[in-house]
């Protein structure tokens, strides 16, 4: 029985093969794709493979850095050829949750820029409804406790993050509001009154923004395809 960090490498193994020579590359944040990285930095060192890379976090940029990669920001590009990045949750019409790593914002703005996405994830992140996993809301630090209260009459069982009992803060210097909803029955009506919620910065539902999903399983990688 392969571990979990081994269904993570398969996927980020597999999805490595999309990137080609002279590509401009959207790099996504997280553990899964830290086996992405790793797999493209090999490609750089075996194969001469050279592409640019348009990271989704500082560590992210920081990570590719030192493998070897051509690391530029979302505006010192024209366009972005593919964007490869992990998920939290896909469910069966390849819609997903996305935001566990508190990156979402820079995640969606590379993504929505991108000729195409892929999804890397172990079968674990395979759904069928969205969810069981804590949407993450990213807003701003000020009146946030509004928001909070706001979320909390609305149902949504908001909690504000953390991480080593301090305020968890993103790239941007905002915070993360995870609604613990279960499920999610409506995400487009779901995604709409988020967005419409003001000091909302963005959330981590992304929804009709891939039509791939690399998936590792027991048996290898599965490629997906809406």
């Known amino acids: 029985m392969k571990t979990q ?9 597999k999805a490595a093969e999309l990137v080609e020579d002279g590509m401009t590359v959207g790099l996504g944040t997280g553990s899964t794709v830290r086996y992405l990285l790793d797999a493209l930095g090999e490609r750089i060192k075996k194969d001469g493979v050279h592409f640019t890379g348009v990271p989704t976090s500082n560590r992210t940029a920081e990570y590719g850095r030192n493998l ?9 590009v024209d366009t972005i050829d593919i964007t490869i990045d992990g998920a939290d949750e896909v469910d069966p019409q390849i819609n997903g949750i996305k935001g566990g790593g508190g990156a979402q914002t820079w995640e969606k703005l590379v993504a929505t820029n991108s000729k195409q996405c ?10 069928d409804q969205l969810g069981k996993f804590p949407l993450p809301v990213e807003v701003l630090a000020y009146g946030h406790h509004q928001l909070v209260k706001r979320l909390a009459d609305l149902g949504y069982k908001p909690e504000v993050r953390q991480k080593d009992g301090q305020l968890f803060h993103t790239d941007e210097g905002n ?11 409506a ?19 992304f929804l009709d923004m891939t039509k791939t ?12 395809t809406k």
């Open 5 to 13: 960090d081994e269904l993570k490498k398969i996927a980020g193994y």
């Open 68 to 76: 070897g990669m051509e690391i530029k920001s979302l505006d010192d």
């Open 187 to 205: 995400p487009y009506d779901l995604a709409d009154e988020l967005s419409n919620m003001t000091g909302v910065v963005e959330h981590g539902l």
């Open 213 to 224: 999903v690399v998936i590792g399983t027991q048996d290898g990688a599965v490629v997906k």
């Open 175 to 185: 915070i993360i509001i995870d609604l613990h909803l279960g499920k999610i029955a």
């Open 118 to 127: 892929a999804w890397i994830v172990d079968e674990s992140k395979v759904v």
